[in-house]
Protein backbone atom coordinates (compact mmCIF):
# COMPACT_ATOMS: atom_id res chain seq x y z
CA UNK A 1 0.00 0.00 0.00
CA UNK A 2 0.91 3.43 -0.48
CA UNK A 3 2.14 5.88 1.60
CA UNK A 4 -0.32 8.92 0.03
CA UNK A 5 -2.75 7.69 -2.97
CA UNK A 6 -4.44 10.55 -5.27
CA UNK A 7 -7.01 10.42 -7.71
CA UNK A 8 -4.80 9.46 -10.67
CA UNK A 9 -6.88 12.30 -13.29
CA UNK A 10 -6.41 13.76 -15.24
CA UNK A 11 -8.94 15.98 -14.16
CA UNK A 12 -10.47 18.42 -16.64
CA UNK A 13 -13.49 20.93 -15.58
CA UNK A 14 -14.65 24.16 -17.50
CA UNK A 15 -13.81 27.75 -16.06
CA UNK A 16 -16.13 28.58 -12.95
CA UNK A 17 -16.86 24.85 -12.24
CA UNK A 18 -15.61 23.54 -9.02
CA UNK A 19 -12.84 20.83 -9.20
CA UNK A 20 -12.44 18.43 -6.63
CA UNK A 21 -9.13 16.61 -5.90
CA UNK A 22 -8.95 13.25 -3.59
CA UNK A 23 -6.42 11.62 -1.33
CA UNK A 24 -5.93 8.71 1.06
CA UNK A 25 -3.32 8.08 3.22
CA UNK A 26 -2.08 5.07 4.92
CA UNK A 27 -0.15 6.12 8.52
CA UNK A 28 -3.13 6.48 11.05
CA UNK A 29 -0.65 8.98 13.06
CA UNK A 30 -0.25 11.59 10.14
CA UNK A 31 -1.30 14.71 11.66
CA UNK A 32 -0.48 17.56 9.32
CA UNK A 33 -1.65 17.48 5.68
CA UNK A 34 -0.92 19.84 2.52
CA UNK A 35 -1.91 20.43 -0.91
CA UNK A 36 0.88 22.00 -3.47
CA UNK A 37 0.44 22.94 -6.85
CA UNK A 38 2.85 22.17 -9.33
CA UNK A 39 3.00 24.30 -12.73
CA UNK A 40 4.96 22.34 -15.54
CA UNK A 41 8.53 22.62 -15.28
CA UNK A 42 8.11 24.80 -11.96
CA UNK A 43 8.52 24.10 -8.36
CA UNK A 44 5.53 22.59 -5.49
CA UNK A 45 4.06 25.80 -4.17
CA UNK A 46 2.06 25.42 -1.21
CA UNK A 47 -1.82 25.88 -1.50
CA UNK A 48 -2.99 25.21 1.64
CA UNK A 49 -2.13 22.87 5.15
CA UNK A 50 -4.93 21.09 7.51
CA UNK A 51 -4.28 19.75 11.01
CA UNK A 52 -7.75 18.97 12.12
CA UNK A 53 -10.56 16.81 11.17
CA UNK A 54 -13.32 19.35 9.13
CA UNK A 55 -13.13 22.04 6.22
CA UNK A 56 -10.64 24.81 5.85
CA UNK A 57 -11.10 27.49 3.61
CA UNK A 58 -8.91 30.15 2.58
CA UNK A 59 -10.39 32.36 -0.96
CA UNK A 60 -11.61 29.93 -3.53
CA UNK A 61 -9.93 26.76 -1.74
CA UNK A 62 -11.42 24.42 0.91
CA UNK A 63 -9.28 21.98 1.98
CA UNK A 64 -11.19 19.33 3.94
CA UNK A 65 -9.85 16.18 6.11
CA UNK A 66 -11.25 13.08 7.58
CA UNK A 67 -8.51 11.43 10.39
CA UNK A 68 -10.89 8.46 10.68
CA UNK A 69 -11.38 7.82 6.67
CA UNK A 70 -7.62 8.38 6.25
CA UNK A 71 -8.75 11.47 3.47
CA UNK A 72 -7.83 14.84 2.46
CA UNK A 73 -9.55 16.54 -0.21
CA UNK A 74 -9.27 19.75 -1.95
CA UNK A 75 -12.10 21.59 -3.43
CA UNK A 76 -11.17 24.51 -5.99
CA UNK A 77 -14.03 27.17 -6.58
CA UNK A 78 -14.91 29.32 -9.32
CA UNK A 79 -11.83 27.52 -11.22
CA UNK A 80 -9.86 29.70 -13.39
CA UNK A 81 -7.34 28.64 -16.45
CA UNK A 82 -4.36 29.72 -14.69
CA UNK A 83 -5.88 26.95 -12.21
CA UNK A 84 -4.58 24.30 -14.68
CA UNK A 85 -1.51 22.71 -12.45
CA UNK A 86 -0.53 19.13 -10.99
CA UNK A 87 -1.70 19.31 -7.72
CA UNK A 88 0.58 16.94 -5.15
CA UNK A 89 -1.33 15.47 -1.83
CA UNK A 90 2.03 15.40 1.06
CA UNK A 91 1.65 13.86 4.44
CA UNK A 92 4.02 13.02 6.55
CA UNK A 93 4.45 9.67 8.46
CA UNK A 94 3.43 10.28 12.28
CA UNK A 95 6.47 7.83 13.27
CA UNK A 96 8.90 9.59 11.23
CA UNK A 97 10.39 13.09 11.56
CA UNK A 98 10.15 15.42 9.06
CA UNK A 99 10.22 13.62 5.18
CA UNK A 100 7.09 14.47 3.44
CA UNK A 101 5.45 11.65 1.28
CA UNK A 102 3.68 13.15 -2.03
CA UNK A 103 1.06 11.69 -4.09
CA UNK A 104 1.82 10.87 -7.53
CA UNK A 105 -0.47 14.06 -8.13
CA UNK A 106 -3.75 14.83 -9.90
CA UNK A 107 -3.17 17.21 -13.09
CA UNK A 108 -6.13 19.51 -13.29
CA UNK A 109 -6.91 21.55 -16.64
CA UNK A 110 -9.73 24.31 -16.79
CA UNK A 111 -10.64 25.06 -20.00
CA UNK A 112 -12.57 28.13 -21.29
CA UNK B 1 12.07 37.99 3.12
CA UNK B 2 14.07 35.85 0.36
CA UNK B 3 12.49 32.09 -0.27
CA UNK B 4 14.38 29.08 -0.79
CA UNK B 5 17.67 29.48 -2.44
CA UNK B 6 19.00 26.67 -4.91
CA UNK B 7 21.86 27.05 -7.56
CA UNK B 8 22.71 26.10 -10.06
CA UNK B 9 19.18 26.53 -11.79
CA UNK B 10 20.75 24.07 -14.50
CA UNK B 11 23.69 21.70 -14.55
CA UNK B 12 24.59 19.55 -17.46
CA UNK B 13 27.26 16.82 -16.45
CA UNK B 14 28.60 14.26 -18.24
CA UNK B 15 28.72 10.35 -17.42
CA UNK B 16 31.10 9.73 -14.62
CA UNK B 17 31.49 13.94 -13.73
CA UNK B 18 30.33 14.93 -10.12
CA UNK B 19 27.50 17.71 -9.72
CA UNK B 20 27.17 19.62 -7.25
CA UNK B 21 23.55 21.14 -6.11
CA UNK B 22 22.93 24.17 -3.69
CA UNK B 23 20.45 25.06 -1.64
CA UNK B 24 20.14 28.32 1.12
CA UNK B 25 17.38 27.60 3.23
CA UNK B 26 14.46 30.66 4.03
CA UNK B 27 16.14 33.08 6.42
CA UNK B 28 14.84 31.53 9.91
CA UNK B 29 14.83 28.26 8.81
CA UNK B 30 17.15 25.56 10.19
CA UNK B 31 16.18 22.55 8.75
CA UNK B 32 16.76 21.36 4.95
CA UNK B 33 15.01 18.52 2.83
CA UNK B 34 16.13 17.45 -0.32
CA UNK B 35 13.52 15.38 -2.76
CA UNK B 36 14.05 14.33 -6.88
CA UNK B 37 11.81 14.27 -8.88
CA UNK B 38 12.03 11.80 -11.79
CA UNK B 39 10.29 12.78 -15.15
CA UNK B 40 6.44 11.49 -15.10
CA UNK B 41 7.11 10.97 -11.41
CA UNK B 42 6.29 11.82 -8.35
CA UNK B 43 8.48 14.34 -5.42
CA UNK B 44 10.49 11.43 -3.71
CA UNK B 45 12.32 12.46 -0.50
CA UNK B 46 16.08 12.11 -0.15
CA UNK B 47 17.74 13.82 2.81
CA UNK B 48 16.75 15.87 5.85
CA UNK B 49 19.42 17.89 7.25
CA UNK B 50 19.53 20.45 10.49
CA UNK B 51 22.72 22.44 10.41
CA UNK B 52 25.37 19.87 11.14
CA UNK B 53 23.53 17.33 11.62
CA UNK B 54 21.87 14.44 8.86
CA UNK B 55 18.71 13.58 10.67
CA UNK B 56 17.35 11.05 8.42
CA UNK B 57 19.28 9.78 5.03
CA UNK B 58 16.93 6.65 3.91
CA UNK B 59 16.15 8.14 0.83
CA UNK B 60 19.24 8.57 -0.57
CA UNK B 61 20.78 5.79 -2.75
CA UNK B 62 23.88 4.35 -0.94
CA UNK B 63 26.32 4.97 -3.52
CA UNK B 64 27.38 8.47 -5.07
CA UNK B 65 25.32 10.35 -3.16
CA UNK B 66 26.05 12.54 -0.18
CA UNK B 67 24.72 15.67 1.61
CA UNK B 68 25.93 17.86 3.86
CA UNK B 69 24.53 21.27 5.85
CA UNK B 70 27.82 22.69 7.69
CA UNK B 71 27.47 25.40 10.12
CA UNK B 72 28.20 28.34 7.50
CA UNK B 73 26.75 28.52 4.09
CA UNK B 74 24.35 26.66 2.34
CA UNK B 75 23.11 22.70 1.83
CA UNK B 76 25.01 20.74 -1.05
CA UNK B 77 24.11 17.61 -1.97
CA UNK B 78 26.98 16.08 -3.93
CA UNK B 79 26.35 13.13 -6.68
CA UNK B 80 29.70 11.24 -7.72
CA UNK B 81 30.07 9.83 -11.06
CA UNK B 82 26.68 11.03 -12.75
CA UNK B 83 24.66 8.16 -15.05
CA UNK B 84 22.08 9.32 -17.02
CA UNK B 85 19.46 7.91 -14.99
CA UNK B 86 20.29 10.83 -12.40
CA UNK B 87 19.00 13.01 -14.45
CA UNK B 88 15.94 14.55 -12.15
CA UNK B 89 14.59 17.83 -11.02
CA UNK B 90 16.46 18.25 -7.12
CA UNK B 91 14.45 20.27 -5.11
CA UNK B 92 15.18 21.87 -1.94
CA UNK B 93 12.71 22.78 0.96
CA UNK B 94 13.21 24.16 4.41
CA UNK B 95 11.29 24.38 7.13
CA UNK B 96 11.36 25.94 10.77
CA UNK B 97 10.77 23.08 12.42
CA UNK B 98 10.50 19.50 11.75
CA UNK B 99 6.56 19.64 11.67
CA UNK B 100 6.38 22.68 10.30
CA UNK B 101 5.30 23.54 6.77
CA UNK B 102 8.12 22.89 3.92
CA UNK B 103 8.68 25.75 1.54
CA UNK B 104 10.38 24.75 -1.65
CA UNK B 105 12.89 25.74 -3.96
CA UNK B 106 13.26 26.46 -7.56
CA UNK B 107 15.04 23.48 -8.18
CA UNK B 108 17.84 22.42 -9.89
CA UNK B 109 17.53 20.27 -13.14
CA UNK B 110 20.15 18.26 -13.65
CA UNK B 111 20.97 16.75 -17.50
CA UNK B 112 23.62 13.87 -17.76
CA UNK B 113 24.76 13.47 -21.12
Known amino acids: QKEVEQNSGPLSVPEGAIASLNCTYS??????FFWYRQYSGKSPELIMS????GDKEDGRFTAQLNKASQYVSLLIRDSQPSDSATYLC????????????FGRGTQLTVWP | NAGVMQNPRHLVRRRGQEARLRCSPM?????VYWYRQLPEEGLKFMVY????????ESGMPKERFSAEFPKEGPSILRIQQVVRGDSAAYFC???????????FGPGTRLLVL
Open chain 2, 27 to 31: KGHSH
Open chain 2, 49 to 56: LQKENIID
Open chain 2, 93 to 103: ASSEGYQETQY
Open chain 1, 50 to 53: IYSN
Open chain 1, 27 to 32: DRGSQS
Open chain 1, 90 to 101: AVPRGSTLGRLY
